[in-house]
């Protein structure tokens, strides 16, 4: 059966992130005793090898033919699944139970029930005999490290890096990369935040049940691996703005006022989804989600919720101001995002670095403006560029200046005044080409360009999204950086890189430049395929690989360092160092900017 024509499967957050299987999710055998403690509609699948989710959908499609599953949770090692009916469950059971599948015998039961702390709060002694949830609140659980004065939390953050390093230096010589340096040698002191309070400028915040059943616009709490499924308010978070908070308060009465419930993903009723609130200073863009619920109504909500967000009073009266106002109406987690503008401003301004860029519902910015500036800067750093004015005075090196001195010495003056002209050409600066792979809407890019002003530089930004590279163009254009310089390409970057050539800047050859690549991939990392294209490009001599998860960059860094072999073709990068920076303070996540050369 193609995929085209499979029943929907919802995707749940627990999809992305595998988490580890505890103790107490071991599913005993069905009994007609305890089938009460049983879900009749839902299974377990124990005993499973690591699949990619698209695979494991996939797998149940091909197998499940006729059935109609409902909502996946794949998690390390094991699976629920829920079916439409009690008899579609038996008959996955069925047709699992005993399956083999790369050498593993999958285990197939009914899953346990379990408290839906979404519904209702738990007893006071704790039902099922487990204890009592006490839910932590939103300042413990987004911001781990509030309490901690932030020089401890800088270092909290180096040793944590300095545990990631360690583990990529064992994979490196695993991989007999021998060479490579200490730990401790190739870790830089991470840079800080310039800004460790109020700094997010965009978050999502989730509309659902507190503990207590009642309607709340926050966080979720608890754990998706225990079925802990509810909400706690941002109110006390800090790295988020007052105007933000106000933003969601607002919204949460709306929703009380609409009579809609929130969406409940398992039952598929109810309405509310996600609320996405995205502040450049006095540019604010909202975005709710909704599952679908009739046109008709959703014309009328939407005529509602435009009036009451963009009514020009609030700023004075409410405490924020909202300058553009997107719809999105999801039925599948899996459905391609669909952005529906229903008043303001069609898009929002950010400035960086002497540059001003156009932010569209779905383009990526980084969420904490005041630290990129000092990301990009380290980025520049590692790429090796500088100004034209800077290069001016580094044109004649050492060896060449004892040439002229001893030609100063000489009868001819004439000749010799060629020679010294020669001398001057040969030594001139060569031409840079910023490959910027993963360039979305050309921001780093476009930063760099404008900050070091170098005649000889110029930019080519790869983006599969075709809609980011438009937008990257006009933020080009309205940099006032001309298309002689700076070119964009749509396209996957192992392909873009076969014609990379006769798409160059006018002005600038591929064989005669020196090419940097800056790569900045999503958190899961670049594809196997561009880390091959990368070391296939004999003029790449440099790299610059940024990371907001070093646990996942490890293997990229690896295969890039790999020595040559039939698969890895190419010389091999070496990592020069690694430039942790702080993105996000009160929180123990990081960025790497990993400089690696050959």
Request: glycine share 6%; charged share 30%.
């Amino acid at each position: 059966m193609s995929e085209e024509n499979v029943n929907p499967i919802e995707e749940t957050a627990e999809i992305i992130t595998p988490v580890e299987e505890t103790a107490e999710t071991i599913i005993p055998e069905s009994t007609e005793k305890n089938e009460d403690k049983y879900d009749k509609d839902r299974i377990h699948i124990t005993n499973l090898p690591i699949l990619g989710f698209k695979q494991f959908k996939h797998f149940l499609s091909k197998n499940l033919e006729g059935l109609n599953p409902k909502k996946v949770r794949q998690l390390k090692g094991s699976a629920y699944v829920s079916l439409a009916t009690p008899e579609e469950a038996d008959k996955a059971i069925e047709v699992l139970n005993g399956f083999q599948i790369k050498r593993c015998t999958l285990v197939v039961k009914r899953a346990l029930t379990e408290v839906r702390t979404f519904n209702s709060g738990p007893s006071e002694n704790g039902e099922n005999g487990r204890e009592k949830i006490v839910p932590k609140t939103a300042l413990e659980s987004v911001t781990p490290l509030h309490n901690i004065p932030y020089e401890e939390q800088l270092k909290k953050k180096h040793e944590a890096s300095l545990d990631v390093v360690r583990k990529l230096v064992s994979q490196m010589r695993k991989a007999q990369r021998n060479d490579v340096p200490r730990p401790v040698h190739l870790l830089r002191p991470i840079k800080p935040s310039p800004k460790i309070k109020e700094y997010r400028n965009k978050c999502e915040f989730t509309c659902g049940l507190t503990l207590d059943g009642e309607i709340c616009v926050g966080f979720v709490g608890g754990r998706y691996s225990k079925n802990e499924h509810y909400v706690i308010p941002a109110d006390d978070v800090e790295n988020i703005t007052n105007q933000t908070k106000a933003i969601v308060k607002d919204f949460k009465e709306f929703v009380l006022e609409t009579g809609l419930r929130p969406l409940n993903e398992a039952e598929k009723t109810g309405v509310w989804r996600l609320l996405t609130v995205r502040e450049f200073g006095g540019d604010v863009m909202v975005i709710v989600s909704v599952y679908p619920f009739g046109p008709e109504k959703e014309a009328e909500i939407k005529e509602k919720l435009s009036a009451r967000l963009l009514d020009i009073s609030n700023f004075t009266n409410k405490g924020y101001r909202v300058t553009s106002l997107y719809w999105q109406s999801i039925e599948h987690c899996s459905d391609t995002p669909d952005f529906v503008h229903i008043g303001g401003a069609p898009f929002i301004y950010e400035s960086l670095m002497d540059c001003r860029f156009r932010v569209s519902p779905s383009a990526f910015f980084q969420t904490n403006s005041q630290a990129a500036c000092v990301l990009y800067q380290t980025i520049g750093e590692a790429c090796g560029i500088t100004s034209s004015a800077e290069q001016a005075t580094a044109i004649t090196p050492p060896e060449a200046e004892k040439k002229v001195e001893d030609n100063l010495k000489t009868e001819d003056e004439g000749v010799e005044c060629k020679r010294i002209k020669l001398d001057e050409k040969e030594t001139s600066p060569q031409s840079t080409v910023l490959l910027d792979v993963c360039c979305g809407t050309g921001t780093i890019g476009q930063c760099l360009m404008k900050s070091f002003n170098n005649d000889k530089l110029c930019c080519v930004g790869i983006e599969m999204i075709e809609s980011a590279v438009e937008d990257a163009k006009m933020n080009c254009r309205m940099n006032n950086i001309p298309e002689e310089k700076c070119r964009y390409l749509a396209g996957k970057a192992e392909n873009v890189f076969k014609s990379l050539k006769y798409n160059m800047p006018t002005g600038f050859s591929l064989d005669t430049s020196n090419v940097v690549g800056i790569l900045d991939p999503p958190r899961a990392g670049l594809h196997e395929k561009v880390v091959l294209g990368c070391r296939q490009m004999d003029k790449l001599k440099r790299l610059v690989f940024v990371s907001c998860d070093p646990n996942a960059a490890t293997k990229n860094l690896v295969d890039f360092c790999r020595p040559t072999s039939k698969k890895y073709d190419g010389t091999p990068f070496s990592i020069d160092y690694i430039q942790p920076v702080d993105m996000f303070p009160q929180t123990n996540h990081f960025e790497w900017v990993v400089s690696l050369s050959r």
